[in-house]
């Protein structure tokens, strides 16, 4: 995970001294970040910690950590206190596969401006950490994406690391991606990545049936997240990959071997494991809710949401329309979708049927156990980074916080 720095993240205007906003106070702007003292409470809110929901509790934040979550009735009378306006409040979100926003696609100009328009974005959704993914691309493009992702962490929080999306997949299953940079993995070029990125580099999607054990290896001892996509595996093939290394699977249904009573394939193989993760896009295009809710049942905790969001764009390799709640390429191909974490988790609930706390957790905690992170990231508990957002009981962002510092929406 990259360093975070103490550089506060700020709206369009200045940062107002630290104050108590009594209840349904509007605030003069919808950007209005304020300055926190070193300890402070935040307090009339119902809380989901990631285990267990809490109504009539407060969150006491210290130096940027959770130093408790205690009752209304419990908290000490001698510390400044944030009202949270009745609201709820929960893990920040996390995305570990985002293009781009607002007009920006990472896979288009793979810049630190670029991760600054994303990770904002993101923030404002209440998405306290992104991975910027680059699909398959170009040796150039990849190095660009791993060096800007570097770059960007040495000023700028936000970012969890780079996910690259191929070029290691199988063209038979590519979906969007552009058949000319799909190649197969080598050892002496994954060392190359490896080199450049260092721990920037967080993840990778390919396809299992076209990756050599040696690979597999290599990337495992560099605690890269090895996820199955883009892949014709046999039930087999997926098998033996998650034996071997693979973790998770990218976008569950889509661009994948499906199951067949034949042929279990790479749907078959991921609800067998025992351990693997999958990701899924729940907009009810790129797959029903009756899949995603099947789905739910049968893996648990080892399903988690992703956006998979792209935005417009009409240059480079990879050019995307809008349309409706997703997005196609200039062939019509399905190519990413229009989603931010609070749409997937509404229609969790609404569509698939979940319960908030579960759709919450989905997009908190199960994304931190892919990337090991869970000892800092999805819960609020004692000692766990202050990253939450305050939303309304329509999932609409009011505030967002990184590290306890919080900006109001």
Same mark, same amino acid.
């Given at each position: 995970?990259?360093?975070?720095?103490?550089?506060?993240?700020?709206?369009?205007?200045?940062?107002?001294?630290?104050?108590?906003?009594?209840?349904?106070?509007?605030?003069p702007?919808?950007?209005?970040?304020?300055s926190?003292?070193?300890?402070?409470?935040?307090?009339?809110?119902?809380?989901?910690?990631?285990?267990?929901?809490?109504?009539?509790?407060?969150?006491?934040v210290?130096?940027?950590?959770?130093?408790?979550?205690l009752?209304?009735?419990?908290?000490?009378?001698?510390?400044?206190?944030?009202?949270?306006r009745?609201?709820n409040?929960?893990?920040?979100?996390l995305?570990?596969?985002?293009? =781009? /926003?607002?007009?920006?696609? $990472?896979?288009?100009? &793979? +810049?630190?401006?670029a991760?600054?328009? !994303?990770? #904002?974005?993101?923030?404002?959704?209440?998405?306290?950490g992104?991975?910027?993914?680059?699909?398959?691309n170009?040796?150039?493009m990849?190095?660009?994406?791993?060096?800007?992702?570097?770059?960007?962490?040495?000023?700028?929080?936000?970012?969890?690391?780079?996910?690259l999306?191929?070029?290691?997949?199988?063209?038979?299953?590519? =979906? /969007?991606?552009?058949?000319? $940079?799909?190649?197969? &993995? +080598?050892?002496?070029?994954?060392?190359? !990545?490896l #080199?450049?990125?260092?721990?920037?580099?967080?993840?990778i999607?390919?396809?299992?049936e076209?990756?050599?054990?040696?690979?597999?290896?290599?990337?495992?001892?560099?605690?890269?997240?090895?996820?199955a996509g883009?892949?014709?595996?046999?039930y087999?093939?997926?098998?033996?990959?998650?034996?071997?290394?693979?973790?998770?699977?990218?976008?569950?249904f889509n661009?994948?071997?499906?199951l067949?009573?034949?042929?279990?394939?790479?749907?078959?193989?991921v609800?067998?494991?025992?351990?693997?993760?999958a990701?899924?896009?729940?907009d009810?295009?790129?797959?029903?809710?009756?899949?995603v809710?099947?789905?739910?049942?049968?893996?648990?905790?080892?399903?988690?949401?992703?956006?998979?969001a792209?935005t417009?764009?009409?240059?480079?390799a990879?050019?995307?329309?809008?349309?409706?709640?997703?997005?196609?390429?200039?062939?019509?191909t399905?190519?990413?979708?229009?989603?931010?974490?609070?749409?997937?988790?509404?229609?969790?609930?609404?569509?698939?049927?979940?319960p908030?706390?579960?759709?919450?957790?989905?997009?908190?905690?199960?994304?931190?156990?892919?990337?090991?992170?869970?000892?800092?990231?999805?819960y609020?508990?004692?000692s766990?980074?202050?990253?939450f957002?305050?939303?309304?009981n329509?999932?609409t962002?009011?505030a967002?916080?990184?590290?306890?510092?919080?900006?109001?929406?």
């Amino acid at each position: 995970m990259c360093r975070q720095t103490e550089a506060k993240i700020r709206g369009s205007r200045q940062a107002t001294p630290f104050s108590t906003t009594p209840p349904n106070h509007r605030l003069p702007s919808p950007h209005l970040s304020l300055s926190p003292p070193m300890r402070y409470l935040l307090r009339n809110c119902t809380i989901y910690t990631g285990s267990t929901v809490l109504p009539h509790h407060t969150l006491l934040v210290k130096d940027g950590l959770i130093e408790a979550v205690l009752p209304e009735v419990a908290a000490p009378a001698d510390i400044p206190t944030v009202d949270a306006r009745g609201l709820n409040v929960a893990p920040g979100l996390l995305d570990l596969q985002v293009y =781009g /926003a607002a007009g920006q696609l $990472f896979s288009v100009t &793979p +810049t630190s401006e670029a991760l600054i328009t !994303l990770t #904002q974005h993101a923030f404002r959704q209440g998405t306290t950490g992104v991975l910027a993914t680059m699909p398959t691309n170009s040796r150039d493009m990849m190095r660009r994406a791993l060096e800007a992702g570097r770059e960007f962490c040495r000023e700028q929080p936000g970012l969890l690391g780079i996910h690259l999306e191929g070029p290691y997949i199988n063209p038979l299953k590519k =979906g /969007a991606h552009q058949a000319e $940079f799909i190649r197969e &993995p +080598t050892v002496a070029e994954v060392e190359e !990545l490896l #080199q450049l990125g260092g721990s920037i580099l967080k993840m990778i999607t390919l396809a299992p049936e076209m990756a050599p054990a040696a690979v597999v290896t290599r990337l495992r001892e560099a605690d890269v997240v090895l996820s199955a996509g883009h892949s014709n595996a046999t039930y087999q093939q997926a098998t033996a990959g998650f034996r071997q290394g693979f973790s998770a699977a990218t976008h569950l249904f889509n661009a994948m071997s499906a199951l067949q009573g034949r042929e279990p394939g790479l749907v078959g193989a991921v609800y067998d494991s025992a351990t693997a993760y999958a990701s899924i896009i729940v907009d009810g295009v790129h797959c029903s809710y009756d899949a995603v809710r099947i789905s739910q049942k049968l893996l648990g905790e080892r399903l988690f949401l992703i956006t998979d969001a792209v935005t417009d764009s009409e240059q480079g390799a990879y050019r995307f329309r809008r349309e409706g709640n997703h997005f196609v390429d200039a062939q019509g191909t399905l190519a990413g979708s229009a989603l931010t974490l609070p749409d997937s988790i509404r229609n969790c609930v609404q569509h698939v049927g979940l319960p908030l706390e579960e759709a919450l957790r989905m997009a908190s905690l199960y994304p931190a156990q892919v990337l090991g992170l869970d000892h800092e990231l999805g819960y609020l508990n004692s000692s766990y980074r202050a990253d939450f957002w305050l939303f309304d009981n329509d999932l609409t962002p009011r505030a967002t916080a990184r590290s306890g510092e919080l900006v109001w929406w």
